[in-house]
């Protein structure tokens, strides 16, 4: 099993629609989840960290279920400029290290 | 603002050359890594530091080594560069976890390498 899953898409969604991603983990020792972004050609870049209680950022939400190890980012009121590749990233359980999924790409089409 | 620089974007280089990847932070970051991204494979970790002089293995080390002889500058080899080893390449560092509470990992624009 891999150690972070995520469905690859490609996702395709009018704007103004709510979109959610899914991630599962597979080291029930991680403590650190986060979502990073990245734009084709670009690097990737953080988007939000995801915390127990769960957090909102504007558009978007990010929640945490540690029994299941899953975590999701919902986006609402999707933009055009929300298109690009969402990557789940979840820490190696203490050590100085993450692991990034292999992301799933977001087309938000007019 | 946080500057990861990489020394090329783009790269050719021939079957059995020695390659050099050259990767500068200035923020004064402990932690380095090196990645590459693969179409349907994602980023995969090569190698990373912690400290000046220290290196550890991440999951793909094979055909590679890694250079830190000063905290800013982590370099990538690729001693004897093989087709298999065209992809993109990127840098990024951190501060120490818990010292930072979002443990943000930083990249730079990546050097896509082709090996002919």
């Known amino acids: 099993r891999k150690e972070v899953e995520q469905d690859p898409g490609p996702f395709n969604v009018p704007e103004g629609a709510t979109v959610a991603f899914n991630c599962t983990y597979s080291?029930?020792?991680?403590?650190?989840f986060f979502w990073y972004r990245q734009d084709c050609r670009k690097e990737p870049k953080l988007l939000m960290s995801?915390?127990?209680s769960g957090n909102e950022d504007g558009r978007f939400t990010a929640q945490l279920n540690r029994a299941s190890q899953y975590i999701s980012l919902l986006i609402r009121d999707s933009k055009l400029s929300d298109s690009a590749t969402y990557l789940c990233?979840?820490?190696?359980?203490?050590?100085?290290?993450?692991?990034f999924g292999t992301g799933t790409k977001l087309q938000v089409i007019p | 603002d946080v500057k990861v620089t990489q020394s090329s974007r783009y790269l050719v280089k021939r079957t059995g050359e020695k390659v050099f990847l050259e990767c500068v932070q200035d923020?004064?970051?402990?932690?380095m890594f090196w990645y590459r991204q693969d179409p349907g494979l994602g980023l995969r970790l090569i190698y990373f530091?912690?400290?000046?002089?220290?290196?550890e293995k991440g999951d793909i080390p094979e055909g590679y080594s890694v250079s830190r002889e000063k905290k800013e500058r982590f370099s990538l080899i690729l001693e004897s560069a093989s087709t298999n080893q065209t992809s993109m390449y990127l840098c990024?560092?951190?501060?120490?976890?818990?010292?930072?509470?979002?443990?943000?990992?930083?990249f730079g624009p990546g050097t896509r390498l082709t090996v002919l």
């Open positions: 990024a560092s951190s501060p120490v976890f818990g010292v930072n509470p979002v443990n943000e990992q930083f």
């Open positions: 080291n029930s020792a991680s403590q650190s």
């Open positions: 995801v915390y127990s």
């Open positions: 990233v979840v820490d190696s359980g203490g050590y100085q290290k993450v692991t």
């Open positions: 923020m004064d970051h402990e932690n």
């Open positions: 530091s912690y400290d000046v002089k220290m290196k």
